[in-house]
């Protein structure tokens, strides 16, 4: 059971430092994560923030799934990456060209954005908000050195689940040399018991 609950501990430190250290690289090349088709971003800017149910502001963090591009409709808010600048922007769908693509809008923008998305710059749909109450913010504005001390501490705790299980592993192979070393004794003992059985009983013969 130990064994079970350690090696699934790993599992999850190891999936979980995989995630922080795809999340970086992304941060570090102006992209986002894909994680089995979900991911997270950070609000850089209060161009959603209005009092809509669905709206957000700076700070909040958003969980981004890939969702089929044909699948959304107006209404929808989605990922997409900029065509006049390396970020990604999270807009409302408001209308779909003759095209097929998406003329979107920040809800607290006056105008447009200025060019449509289409399924070559489109990455995925908003659908969870977490109000970070300013770790957000935090993230936003340190996120590199959080991750890497993050990693740091959890491969620290990896270090010590795996000296653990090794310590688990010598005790159990000290317990079972033991345990041999005693059958061995005892073996040893009930043959020498039984040679001096058959010793006596050879004497008595004898006489």
Known sequence: MQKTLTATSIAVFMMTIAILI??????????????????????????MNTEAEDGFKTGDILIIRTVPFSRLKVGDIVAFRSLDDPIYIVHRIIEIDANGHFITQGDANPSVDPHPVSPENYFGQVVLDFDSSGIGQFLLQYRTTLFAVIIGIFLLIIAIE??????????????????????????????????????????????
């Open 162 to 207: 795996l000296r653990n299980l090794f310590k688990s592993v010598k005790e159990k192979q000290t317990l079972e040399t033991e345990e041999a070393l005693k059958k061995r004794q005892e073996n040893e003992l009930a043959e020498a018991r039984l040679k001096i059985r058959r010793e006596i009983e050879e004497e008595l013969k004898n006489k």
């Open 22 to 47: 795809l999340g970086t690289r992304a941060a570090q090349n102006n992209t986002l994560i894909n994680f089995f088709g979900y991911s997270y971003s950070v609000v850089g800017s209060d161009s």
